[in-house]
């Protein structure tokens, strides 16, 4: 049989199947409770809505959804998002431009395309969401880990690092921050430390690349906290990206991504290889969803429905997990993350676990540092039912107790 | 304000905004007859059959449609590709592999990522098409062109090419074709060449990468010509990239490609940061489409309405153009390609004809060698009117008149 090893390029030959992929084979197993994934709701999208909207489309919007579109996106869509992004996000779309990207992956992968080079360093959050460190590595950047703290990012700590890399004559390319309701550690960033980073990036000029997921799904009432670092002002080198994901569904892979017209051209130049452009039937439905405000009232409800399960499971973690699990309570969001008690790895933790058929994602792939990772736990709410965080965590707490006797 | 250059990658710095999509803007605008893009008939798309699917989904498919999928792609979907590629193409699937793409220029896109480094050499047929140079060439790839005949690609200079590198230590990293209605030349591939490429590829272990965008879109009543080089067995490394952008519509961004499962393994991979997956909801519905044979009912109407449009372009080029323009008569596809008169420049003639206000592609981006293609222009029927068809012919054959008067 070919083999063909020797033909793969250098940069594939680096690829690896992630740590992350072989849980998740777990976690699909019939009869696991999984709260590994970091998925919307199934039982929640808002798929009669989709119906409505398909079946009034008129031969024009038809046509326009079945067709190739151009790569920068879907004029309409583009215009609704930029009235959006300024009207409930603050930011300022007057001089900026958009393109509309294959899933927010893709914007990330775009933007590590365009802006690194191999052996060029990337900083991060630490921990920070697994697919976008996925592709800056495909892209071979060097990431270092900036630490987390429980109102965001260490911003002094970023400062010294910055100073530190250009005294040696290094500049990172950019710098990735998740400020709401992080992935994977639930936590959201201050309005002061927003500010401080915004200056930090006029200052050094360091871009930004600013993901805001699930900046829409807050469990307060009040949303003036999660104002986007983009909406702070253009001076500084923000590129703020957006996902139609967790706001209407993952299905149709849409997100977008806004920043000065000198960068997104050249995104939107290096987008034009990889898939010519994004699904027109999916920006041609996502206009009318955003424009018949159907999106404000799937915000409205899926708001209560989130802030229910994770109410519910931090309510479960006080009853059965001990004390010396340290955890996260967030705001708005998808997940809890866990800090485990000393000398527990998460790696052994998740054999035990799996075998009283309940999967997490152990902190190590979300880690620079595979120690530190190693010590935590990501729990994902998002996508289960009452009953299922209520014997899911109780399972863990089992299972957590058991690792806590075994190391004794 | 900010100035992202000294930012940039490299390779991004090498990107170019392509002349074709500055000829687009000309070709978009309002009362210009435009036979420039490859685009399926936009009158003719199966949206019935779409809203009827999607209105008869139950709960499960309706979660599914919606939600993240595996990045390989929607289990079901991946077995009715593998069945329909058996007994449509002759394709012996057993042991080989699928991953779902986010249309076929993702496919391209991601056969590039894994197998080129920089300065790599890949073989296209001399002309090929303009997205897939532009994934190789994003990779950084060399293009070193093979000359097309009217059978298809001359095979003798394609293995005497591969024998020339090898003396140099040099070795072509794949040979790119699109055998049946190539873009942009509209000319098929003998079944003797087929079996010669086949053999070719594994006398020497060179990578065929087969795109077959147009196959199921024959004119005659009878397909048996159009057999991929993929069908002729598994002992070659070939790789087969399908679509339903001309199949279905482009709207859901949908492609496939086939092959050993050590490289679909690593395609899978590289895929995973660069968008996760590819639409679900447009995978369900592919699924369906397929499954409920709506497909080839579309299929025998359009195999129709194309050889129609492609009849009427000819019997116009018979009668409006100078017998000193050579053209193609494609056996199915959406192309024909013009030879033009010596001296005539495709640039300038298009120039001319964009005044009497009507539009095609000229040969220059799709040839590694500017001169040669600069005595071209593509012309496509697929999208254009009767109507169309008819004045835009008389047109382009009085700007091409003028031109002719002009030289002398």
């Given at each position: 049989?070919f083999d063909y090893n020797e033909y793969f390029s250098?940069?594939?030959?680096?690829?690896?199947?992630?740590?992350?992929?072989?849980?998740?084979?777990?976690?699909?197993?019939?009869?696991?409770?999984?709260?590994?994934?970091?998925?919307?709701?199934?039982?929640?999208?808002?798929?009669?809505?989709?119906?409505?909207?398909?079946?009034?489309?008129?031969?024009?919007?038809?046509i326009f959804a079945m067709q190739y579109g151009s790569?920068?996106?879907?004029?309409?869509?583009?215009?609704?998002?930029?009235?959006?992004?300024?009207?409930?996000?603050?930011?300022?779309?007057?001089?900026?431009?958009?393109?509309?990207?294959?899933?927010?992956?893709?914007?990330?992968?775009?933007?590590?395309?365009?802006?690194?080079?191999?052996?060029?360093?990337?900083?991060?959050?630490?921990?920070?969401?697994?697919?976008?460190?996925?592709?800056?590595?495909?892209?071979?950047?060097?990431?270092?880990?900036?630490?987390?703290?429980?109102?965001?990012?260490?911003?002094?700590?970023?400062?010294?690092?910055?100073?530190?890399?250009?005294?040696?004559?290094?500049?990172?390319?950019?710098?990735?921050?998740?400020?709401?309701?992080?992935?994977?550690?639930?936590?959201?960033?201050?309005?002061?430390?927003?500010?401080?980073?915004?200056?930090?990036?006029?200052?050094?000029?360091?871009?930004?690349?600013?993901?805001?997921?699930?900046?829409?799904?807050?469990?307060?009432?009040?949303?003036?906290?999660?104002?986007?670092?983009?909406?702070?002002?253009?001076?500084?080198?923000?590129?703020?990206?957006?996902?139609?994901?967790?706001?209407?569904?993952?299905?149709?892979?849409?997100?977008?991504?806004?920043?000065?017209?000198?960068?997104?051209?050249?995104?939107?130049?290096?987008?034009?290889?990889?898939?010519?452009?994004?699904?027109?039937?999916?920006?041609?439905?996502?206009?009318?969803?955003?424009?018949?405000?159907?999106?404000?009232?799937?915000?409205?409800?899926?708001?209560?429905?989130?802030?229910?399960?994770?109410?519910?499971?931090?309510?479960?973690?006080?009853?059965?997990?001990?004390?010396?699990?340290?955890?996260?309570?967030?705001?708005?969001?998808?997940?809890?993350?866990?800090?485990?008690?000393?000398?527990?790895?998460?790696?052994?933790?998740?054999?035990?676990?799996?075998?009283?058929?309940?999967?997490?994602?152990?902190?190590?792939?979300?880690?620079?540092?595979?120690?530190?990772?190693?010590?935590?736990?990501?729990?994902?709410?998002?996508?289960?039912?009452?009953?299922?965080?209520?014997?899911?965590?109780?399972?863990?707490?089992?299972?957590?107790?058991?690792?806590?006797?075994?190391?004794?």
């Amino acid at each position: 049989m070919f083999d063909y090893n020797e033909y793969f390029s250098l940069s594939s030959q680096k690829m690896k199947a992630s740590k992350i992929r072989e849980l998740m084979k777990f976690a699909s197993m019939p009869d696991v409770i999984s709260f590994a994934g970091g998925m919307p709701d199934p039982l929640n999208f808002p798929f009669e809505d989709v119906k409505n909207i398909i079946n009034n489309w008129d031969q024009k919007r038809s046509i326009f959804a079945m067709q190739y579109g151009s790569t920068e996106g879907y004029p309409p869509l583009l215009e609704t998002l930029k009235r959006r992004m300024k009207e409930k996000k603050g930011i300022n779309i007057d001089d900026q431009r958009i393109v509309v990207t294959t899933g927010g992956q893709q914007a990330l992968f775009l933007i590590s395309r365009v802006l690194i080079d191999p052996d060029d360093i990337v900083l991060v959050e630490e921990p920070s969401f697994i697919g976008a460190m996925a592709s800056f590595l495909a892209n071979l950047a060097k990431l270092v880990g900036i630490p987390l703290e429980r109102d965001g990012v260490d911003v002094d700590f970023l400062e010294k690092k910055i100073v530190e890399l250009k005294k040696s004559g290094k500049k990172p390319k950019f710098f990735y921050t998740i400020p709401n309701f992080q992935n994977p550690a639930g936590v959201t960033m201050s309005l002061e430390k927003r500010k401080k980073i915004y200056d930090i990036s006029k200052k050094y000029g360091l871009v930004i690349v600013e993901d805001d997921p699930y900046g829409d799904l807050y469990f307060k009432n009040d949303d003036s906290f999660y104002k986007p670092i983009k909406s702070l002002g253009n001076d500084a080198p923000v590129l703020y990206v957006g996902s139609f994901s967790k706001i209407l569904c993952p299905g149709f892979r849409l997100g977008w991504v806004v920043g000065d017209s000198q960068i997104i051209e050249k995104i939107a130049l290096a987008k034009q290889s990889v898939d010519a452009c994004s699904s027109s039937f999916g920006q041609v439905l996502a206009n009318d969803y955003l424009e018949k405000n159907l999106i404000d009232n799937y915000l409205s409800k899926m708001r209560i429905i989130y802030r229910e399960k994770k109410e519910l499971m931090i309510e479960k973690i006080k009853e059965f997990l001990p004390d010396s699990v340290k955890y996260t309570n967030p705001d708005g969001g998808f997940f809890i993350y866990l800090d485990l008690p000393e000398k527990m790895s998460g790696e052994k933790l998740f054999a035990r676990a799996i075998k009283s058929k309940v999967a997490f994602v152990t902190g190590e792939p979300f880690h620079t540092d595979p120690v530190e990772g190693d010590r935590h736990l990501r729990l994902s709410f998002s996508n289960s039912t009452n009953e299922e965080i209520n014997k899911g965590i109780k399972m863990l707490g089992e299972a957590i107790k058991e690792e806590i006797q075994s190391l004794k």
